[in-house]
């Protein structure tokens, strides 16, 4: 079966990358947003075509992209996650500081561990580490080791790692659902 799903929509390597190794904490989280903001694009483009489209358009504010996403049945754990990391967002883009809040970025953590509920194969944050190959290449970052900035990234890509395997699933499905029968539409006559 084919599924009809453009990945670079979905995730971009240039993106995340530029993410974990520039010096710039708001360029940081805005890029990862920016990823977390075009899973919801690309799911919400599931749902909204023809002929709901005729009445319900594509919002464009992250939050009203969420709401819409879970009405259309984004799960919630994801949709925490992603509610934390625009309040993430917010807070730094509109705050007078330029640093991350240790309990946003702890409660971020917390979230993104939550979502073993959904896959018993998925690894706890305290397991998660990176290497920052351009910058400290060799160095490995651990979660919880009081590096905020490293904390953000590794629970944004250990979100992202559990969502878009689920909306490429949910995808294939939806298209399966849709695809026209060519069975006979009525029972055989004897």
Not at 36 to 64: D, I, W
Not at 85 to 95: D, G, S, T, Y
Not at 146 to 162: E, I, K, Q, Y
Request: hydrophobic share 45%.
């Amino acid at each position: 079966m084919k599924i009809d799903l453009d990945l670079r929509n979905l995730l971009s390597a240039r993106t995340i990358i530029a993410a974990t190794e520039t010096d710039d904490e708001i360029g940081c989280v805005l890029r990862l947003h920016l990823q977390v903001e075009q899973l919801l694009v690309v799911f919400l483009s599931m749902k909204l075509k023809a002929p709901v489209t005729e009445y319900v358009q594509e919002p464009r504010e992250f939050s009203r992209k969420l709401a819409f996403a879970v009405a259309f049945g984004f799960p919630l754990p994801f949709a925490a996650v992603a509610k934390q990391v625009n309040k993430i967002r917010n807070e730094l883009a509109h705050r007078d500081g330029t640093s991350l809040d240790e309990r946003q970025v702890k409660l971020l953590g917390q979230l993104v561990d939550k979502l073993s509920s959904m896959d018993s194969k998925f690894e706890p944050m305290a397991k998660r580490r990176m290497e920052l190959t351009e910058k400290a290449p060799g160095e490995v970052i651990s979660f919880g080791t009081g590096n905020l900035r490293a904390d953000f990234v590794l629970s944004v890509l250990a979100f992202l790692t559990a969502a878009v395997p689920h909306v490429i699933r949910h995808t294939a499905q939806e298209q399966k659902a849709n695809e026209p029968s060519y069975a006979p539409r009525y029972p055989a006559q004897r």
